[in-house]
C-alpha cells in the first residue's frame, strides 16, 4: 500500500496567491519549497484567488479541498486560512459600507470555520497592514489599518470560541517600523519583504510545525 503524505490545502486571497512577491513567489510558496525540502513532508496546495473574501471561499473551498487527497478516499488532513482582508475596504468613499460589514464578517467567518472543522483540522492566520495613503485601491476600495486590527480582533474571538488555532499578524506586523516598506505601491499587497517576513512568521509557528511533525 502507498503511503501518501500528509496534504495541506491553503486557501484565500491574493496574499495566498503570493501577488506583490516577484522573488519568492510569496509567502506560502516559499512555506511550500521550505516544506519540500523534507522528502516526507506534507504536500502544500496553494488556492489562493485575488479579490476574494468570506462569502467566495465559502462557496469554493470544500470542493477544492475534497479534489486534493490524491486518492480516491483520501482527504487533505488540514486547511490553512488566511482571508479576510477583502471584506474590509469600504466602497466608494472612505465612509463608505464595508464589502462585507464586521457583523457579516463575523457570522460568516464562524459558518465557515465549523463547516471546516468539521471535516479536517483548520489553522487561521491574520491580516496585514495597508498603506492608507495609497487609497483609494483601483479608484474605488478605501481599506483602513483601524478596520484590519478590527475585522483581525474578530477573527481572534472566532477562532478562540471554536478552538481552532489562530496566528494573529496585523499587530505585530503593524508595529514594526519597517512595515511601510513591506507594502507594495498599490497599497494593499505584501512585497517581497512582507512576505518573505510572513513566511517566517508561519515557519516559526509551533502550532503549525507540531502538526507538520506529527
Known sequence: MISLPKQLVVIGDSSVYGWGDNEGGGWCERLRKDWGNNQNGPVIYQLGVRGDGIEKVSSRWEKEWSSRGETRRNKPKAILLNVGLNDTAAIGQINGRHQLDIDGFEYGLERLINEMNSQTNVFVIGLTPVDES???????????????????????????????????????????KRSKNWITHDGIHLNSEGHFW??????SWETLTKWKES
Open 134 to 176: 495609497k487609497m483609494p485601491f483601483a479608484g474605488c476600495l478605501w481599506y483602513s489599518n483601524d478596520f484590519c486590527n478590527s475585522y483581525e480582533r474578530r477573527m481572534e474571538e472566532v477562532c478562540l470560541n471554536q478552538n481552532v488555532p489562530f496566528l494573529p499578524t496585523f499587530r505585530e506586523m503593524y508595529s514594526d
Open 198 to 203: 510572513l513566511f517566517q512568521r508561519l515557519k
